[in-house]
């Protein structure tokens, strides 16, 4: 098995990822854990881009919905410039994003049923997820 094979399935595998916090933290656990300096070097890339909403992302349920708002718009940025990052190879995989897309906006749905704003979430989150893909 080669490099490439190992890495592959590392940045594939995303079944324990069931919340943007679960994607965070596996970016600081392989810059923490990984031997090799490339793969340190591209987590802790990753991991850094991904810092400022992790710490968001972490007081959510407390948030009022104008931060809700204010951290969709953060996220937008933030998963962007993960998507455009160009330092380090390979880029940022589009199933893993997909993936994470989703996850998100599985979260902001289930956010916006526990708040009782589903319409003005809901449309927030089709116009996330619209802008980030055209």
Wanted: charged content about 25%; overall charge negative.
């Amino acid at each position: 098995m080669s490099i490439f094979d190992i890495l592959s399935f590392l940045y594939s595998n995303y079944s324990g990822i069931l919340t943007p916090m679960d994607e965070f933290q596996y970016w600081l656990e392989l810059s923490e854990s990984a031997r090799k300096d490339d793969v340190k070097g591209r987590a802790e890339h990753f991991q850094e881009l991904f810092q400022p909403i992790s710490r968001e992302y972490c007081s959510l349920e407390s948030m009022s919905l104008m931060e809700i708002l204010e951290l969709v718009e953060l996220t937008q940025d933030t998963l962007d410039e993960v998507w455009k990052q160009i330092e380090y190879e390979p880029l940022y995989p589009e199933k893993r994003m997909r993936h994470l897309l989703d996850i998100t906006g599985m979260l902001a749905i289930n956010l916006s049923d526990m708040s009782g704003c589903w319409n003005r979430l809901n449309r927030l989150t089709f116009m996330f997820f619209k802008g980030f893909f055209l």
